[in-house]
């Protein structure tokens, strides 16, 4: 996902493993913003990274079968996996990571070998979200032995609508932040919106349908992008957690528009895990959403917009 037609001020920069995209209505506070920024990005980093050993995950990973308090940044994290995980009744589950590493994801994607004849292990699904106990108020988590947590589903659009919203109330003026096609926008769009392109890669500069965001969040996921392959089967990041494998191909990237980031992000993943069930989940929620199959035919549901530019709200 990428946005076309800047305004005021913008920047780019690698970040999460992806690339990360500021925009601010007023070049004036673009400094601000990106400092803002830069710090949600560091603390999202050393909370819920699964790539490196020092991280507050990882220490919480080493210790599954035993109580921990966790801190206050990272309290917000598990709230948020395990409400996706509510909403999609286990479509998004944040106890999917031994399935995760099992078929090979165990680095950044940039090191992940793209081609591994290595054997699969034997698929197990996911241990369960109603197996973890967490109390909020008091911070204390304790996963189930042998689970290991992984935030990716929600923690980058978790970083997302924090660096938006709170660059927002800093500077006073519009702000989007797009991590990868997490995107989020927080205070006064621009005159007319903020035109966002939609396509399978969010580094894309192609053509693609443009849609206008004023006020909320995108985001897509897809299984086009960060794919490998490995005992000679083609893989992808985003596994099921009901057989601990890749979700099968049916749609290639979704779409989907919601207040936060957050949502937009729990709903997309979802999507692409539910497969054919996906449209009539979708349907329920009633979140704009744009599904693309594999074959390349899309789906529109909600208010989506049918022309090439559109609005959201």
């Known amino acids: 996902m990428m946005n076309h037609d800047s305004p005021a001020a913008a920047l780019s920069f690698p970040a999460l493993g992806t690339t990360a995209t500021l925009l601010t209505t007023e070049h004036r506070a673009l400094a601000d913003a990106e400092t803002i920024l830069l710090h949600e990005l560091a ?4 909370a819920c990274s699964r790539f490196r050993p020092d991280s507050e995950l990882s220490r919480i990973n080493a210790r ?12 917000q994290a598990p709230t948020v996996a395990l409400r996706a995980a509510e909403l999609t009744d ?6 999917v990571g031994r399935a995760v590493l099992a078929i090979g994801y165990d680095r950044t994607f940039a090191a992940v070998r793209p081609e591994d004849a290595t054997p699969l292990p034997v698929a197990r699904p996911a241990t369960g979200w109603h197996e973890v106990a967490w109390d909020p108020q008091a911070r204390r988590l304790l996963l189930p032995r042998g689970t290991t947590l ?9 970083a997302a609508d924090r660096a938006a919203e709170r660059a927002a109330r800093a500077t006073g003026r519009g702000v989007l932040v797009n991590l990868g096609g997490d995107l989020a ?6 005159n007319g919106g903020w035109p966002v392109g939609v396509c399978d890669d969010h580094s894309s500069t192609g053509p693609g349908p443009v849609v206008t965001v004023t006020s909320g969040a995108l985001a897509t996921s897809g299984t086009g992008v960060r794919t490998w392959r490995r ?8 596994v099921d957690p009901a057989t601990g494998r890749s979700t099968a191909p049916h749609w290639r990237t979704v779409t989907v528009a919601a207040a936060s980031c957050v949502d ?34 899309v789906t529109r549901l909600g208010d989506w917009p049918h022309t090439p530019t559109g609005g959201h709200r």
């Open 43 to 46: 603390a999202i980093d050393d």
């Open 64 to 75: 599954a079968g035993t109580p921990v308090t966790v801190s206050t940044m990272f309290a």
């Open 90 to 95: 286990g479509a998004v589950d944040p106890t």
């Open 150 to 158: 992984d935030l990716g589903a929600t923690a980058k659009a978790l």
């Open 185 to 190: 926008t927080a205070g006064p769009a621009p």
């Open 231 to 238: 005992a000679g089967r083609t893989l992808h990041h985003i």
């Open 264 to 297: 937009a992000n729990t709903a997309s993943t979802a999507a692409i895990v539910l497969g054919p069930a996906a449209t009539k989940w979708l349907a329920g929620t009633g979140l704009p959403a744009r599904l693309v199959h594999v074959d390349g035919t």
